[in-house]
């Protein structure tokens, strides 16, 4: 009776992700684990220790707050706020109808224009968001995925007018649409011509962009979708194996488009878990790439990526606990390695952050650098006991997974059937069932409930953006050359149809003021729209 006790007991302590934990790890625990094959130096092969030598002590990751809200002109307010406030790379947040290609004026825009981010709809908006911001200085990062090409064509025209060559440019578009069809939504067309769009972007950047990261494959809302630590790096990764299968597919070498390939991770809230889930990650794409894909350039090799504190952690219920939750995400960032960080505010279960509420999220990373120390040595959980056999676990269950999807053929074919999803969906039922059960303790939620009022300093988005933004639009219709408009989305409709790199037709199409959604429209005659299984 007592040992069965004792199992039962022991069954209760697993990870969030359902990982058993031991009482106490020890030596016995790493006996498959080779330190030379396995953990290395840092800034060496496999990079389980980190991508660079010197990591935080030779420069400190970028502190890149996620921002946009409303119209260009509110969004540029805060962009500038921010990087007065030590910033120190922009983070653009796009409205729903934008990330899903319609202009402010579409009827499928109403109610949404500048709810979730900044609305853009021509170039004209994105000169006024980036006014005043010196792109040849300032490194950004736009989260946006099916009209990735679009946006992205639309900054290197403001560039331009700035008089800022492309080669000088340096930031992230995600340009991640399979994570779109597996967890968040916002696609426009079919995984085929989406992928072709994709590769453009690589063909073109590797050529006129070379500072530019031309995807950021997105485990991040993965895991917000309700998928454990080890589904977020083994989609993740499967979903990375198709884009770089797909660029060689399209006669791209391998070292010229990898090593600008960059990653997107969830901090949760398992602190243990989520350090080793980075460095699971990071070892287990070199082998992906060196002994996968032969690619011979050691940049080729590095799993660089940015971190987001986990959205879906935060708490309406006492918002002030999100601080020390977001806290401790923004650590295991930083302990497992992050290249760039954004830290969620207090009050974002409840409404788009305030300027108080983004300043001390951009505190929290700033204390964290200059404060605790951890910055002061490289991987300083390096050879623990839990850590590495942690991260070992993690691999080798993420590879589990990465060996059935590749026996469905892929990424794309386990997305058709539905495979990713039903993981992530019955993931995310065990997680919520634990909650409301009371077996996981969400603090404030399911223990040590309170009595409140409602916050009363929330952001609220004026409800006239949508007017305000059709009118800017209205004008832009009005003063381009329309004739211009025509010809460059005839040529764009008739490249489409046929095999060239479309990004030098969608920057023409910019640069002459056609909408984006004139532009999406353009290419939904050509590629369709894309329609999920009817059982999802």
């Not at 950047?205 to 589904?231: D, F, K, M």
């Not at 992530?424 to 039922?429: F, K, L, N, S, V």
């Not at 065990?430 to 952001?459: A, C, F, M, T």
Request: charge should be negative; include cysteine.
């Amino acid at each position: 009776m007592g040992e069965e006790t004792v199992a039962e007991r022991e069954a209760e302590f697993r990870t969030i992700s359902g990982l058993p934990v031991k009482r106490v790890y020890t030596a016995a625990d790493l006996e498959d684990f080779d330190p030379a094959r396995d953990l290395g130096e840092p800034g060496e092969y496999p990079f389980t220790r980190g991508i660079y030598p010197t990591m935080y002590r030779g420069r400190l990751w970028t502190m890149r707050q996620y921002a946009g809200y409303a119209t260009a002109e509110e969004s540029n307010r805060r962009f500038k706020y921010l990087l007065e406030q030590g910033q120190t790379g922009l983070s653009i947040a796009f409205d729903l109808p934008t990330q899903i290609g319609y202009d402010a004026d579409h009827p499928m825009a109403e109610g949404e224009v500048g709810k979730v981010g900044v609305s853009v709809s021509s170039l004209a908006d994105m000169e006024v968001l980036l006014d005043g911001i010196p792109l040849d200085r300032v490194s950004t990062s736009m989260t946006i995925n099916a009209p990735a090409a679009i946006l992205l064509a639309m900054y290197i025209a403001v560039a331009e007018k700035q008089g800022v060559p492309p080669e000088k440019l340096s930031g992230t578009i995600q340009n991640d649409i399979l994570k779109e069809y597996v967890a968040r939504g916002t696609y426009i067309f079919p995984p085929g011509p989406s992928m072709r769009l994709i590769t453009d972007i690589f063909a073109y950047c590797s050529e006129h962009l070379p500072n530019w990261n031309t995807i950021s494959i997105s485990g991040y809302h993965i895991r917000e979708a309700g998928a454990t630590a080890v589904q977020e790096v083994a989609f993740t990764l499967a979903n990375a194996k198709a884009y770089v299968r797909a660029a060689l597919d399209a006669g791209l070498d391998i070292d010229r488009f990898a090593p600008r390939l960059s990653f997107f991770f969830n901090a949760h809230m398992d602190f243990f878990e989520e350090i080793a889930k980075f460095r699971a990650a990071r070892r287990m794409w070199a082998r992906i790439m060196r002994e996968e894909f032969g690619a011979k350039n050691p940049r080729s090799w590095m799993l660089r990526f940015h971190t987001q504190t986990a959205g879906s952690t935060l708490t309406a219920q006492q918002p002030e606990n999100n601080i020390v939750r977001v806290t401790l995400q923004a650590l295991m960032a930083v302990l497992g390695g992050t290249q760039s960080l954004h830290t969620n505010a207090m009050d974002e279960a409840l409404a788009l952050p305030t300027d108080e509420t983004a300043r001390i999220a951009l505190r929290t990373q700033q204390i964290i650098a200059y404060e605790s120390g951890v910055t002061n040595t490289v991987d300083p959980l390096a050879g623990s006991y839990f850590v590495e056999s942690l991260t070992s676990r993690i691999e080798e269950e993420a590879q589990r997974y990465l060996d059935r999807i590749e026996e469905m053929g892929g990424a794309v074919a386990a997305i058709e059937r539905g495979f990713m999803q039903r993981e992530i969906m019955e993931a995310a039922y065990r997680y919520q069932r634990d909650v409301e059960s009371g077996r996981r303790v969400v603090v404030g939620v399911n223990k040590y409930v309170i009595e409140e009022e409602p916050p009363r300093n929330l952001l609220r988005v004026d409800p006239s953006v949508r007017e305000r933004q059709v009118r800017r639009l209205e004008e832009v219709r009005r003063r381009r050359d329309a004739a211009e408009v025509e010809a460059s989305l005839r040529a764009l409709e008739q490249a489409a149809r046929g095999t060239e790199n479309l990004m030098p037709y969608i920057l023409r199409c910019v640069r002459a003021y056609a909408t984006l959604g004139e532009i999406c429209d353009t290419l939904r005659r050509v590629f369709g729209e894309y329609r999920p299984p009817a059982d999802f």
